[in-house]
């Protein structure tokens, strides 16, 4: 599993600042202590960057550069500063990320080809949001017709099939989870990816790392090949990277048979629960470990 640290996020507060004030520190913190966690690639999310885009770009990864060696993933919806990051990573970056409509898809994927990079397949399209897992694999057939008539090989694609908060549209988290049942079958030399911890936005803070957890073995289940992660939660790199296998046995057991709860941990009991709000088998409240 390719591990995207989020961190370096211009919704952050002490990023946002530090970006505003081309203050070098910050970045470079975060950058050196995602690597060191374990992240195989540095998401770089500048947002729209309306103001000054491709100097934006190019002084962010000059900073990142100045400390870390990791491959980068370019977030930003700005085409000229993504073109100045491309012309300074080239096949090593990731385009995050492709959104699954015409005009973008005509836009980029030109960019792909020619820097010969790899790329976020984003599945939101004209509509919108997709409103299950029917809709999402209808966009995603259509974005490989797209890629192949580029002759893209589509193995460059990693198809993120949009992760939403658990508080909030408990539904979409089992769509997402459905969808990536149906993946390896239907887009058998594709890659996936999502932004995880967009499943926990709005859950208490005490919950989010525990609800992260438990979807990403989730979705690692059904062969999910990457994800775009908090690089700060230890635990979760260590359980991906096979080093807490009692742990993703019984998140793996729980999604397929009733689990047992006397005898287990409270830890145990925690990632069991967690198992069945996620796949919308109970109903998602603030206190549902309580319960
Ligand atoms: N898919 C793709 N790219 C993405 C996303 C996605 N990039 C951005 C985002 N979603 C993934 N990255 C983050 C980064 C931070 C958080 C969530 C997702 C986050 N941050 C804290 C919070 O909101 O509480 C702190 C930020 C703040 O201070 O507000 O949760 O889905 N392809």
């Known amino acids: 599993m390719v591990l995207i640290g989020e961190n370096i996020n211009i919704m952050n507060k002490q990023v946002k600042e530090s970006i505003q004030k081309r203050r070098k520190e910050t970045i470079q913190k975060i950058a050196i202590e995602s690597e060191r966690n374990g992240s195989d690639y540095l998401d770089l999310n500048i947002g729209p960057a309306r103001k000054e885009g491709p100097s934006l770009m190019e002084w962010i990864i000059e900073t990142v550069r ?13 085409i000229e500063a993504l073109k100045v990051g ?35 397949a984003l599945l939101l399209g004209k509509e919108g949001m997709p409103r299950d897992e029917n809709e999402r694999g209808a966009i995603a057939a259509n974005f490989l017709a797209k890629i192949e008539e580029y002759e893209i090989p589509p193995s460059s694609a990693f198809f993120d099939p949009i992760v939403l908060p658990v508080r909030f549209q408990q539904e979409q988290v089992v ?7 149906m993946f390896r079958e239907l887009f058998p030399d594709c890659n996936s990816t999502c932004g995880l911890s967009n499943v926990s936005n709005g859950a208490l803070n005490s919950l989010r790392g525990l609800i992260n957890r438990t979807y990403l073995v989730m979705l690692w289940k059904y062969g ?58 109970s109903i998602y409240s603030d206190s549902y470990l309580k319960l």
């Open 86 to 120: 491309l012309e300074m990573e080239g096949e090593t970056a990731i385009i995050n990320s492709i959104q699954a409509v015409e005009e973008r898809m005509e836009q980029m994927l030109p960019l792909v080809k020619k820097y010969n990079c790899k790329f976020i």
């Open 175 to 181: 769509a997402t989870l459905e969808f990536m049942k």
């Open 224 to 281: 999910m090949t990457s994800a775009i992660i908090d690089a700060q939660d230890m635990e979760l790199i260590s359980i991906i990277r096979g080093e807490r296998e009692n742990i993703k046995d019984l998140i793996w057991k729980a999604m397929e048979e009733e689990v047992d709860l006397s005898g287990l941990s409270e830890e145990e009991r925690n990632y069991v629960k967690t198992v069945y709000i996620l796949q919308g088998k």
């Open 66 to 78: 100045e400390v870390s060696h990791l491959p980068l993933c370019l977030d930003t919806t700005n």
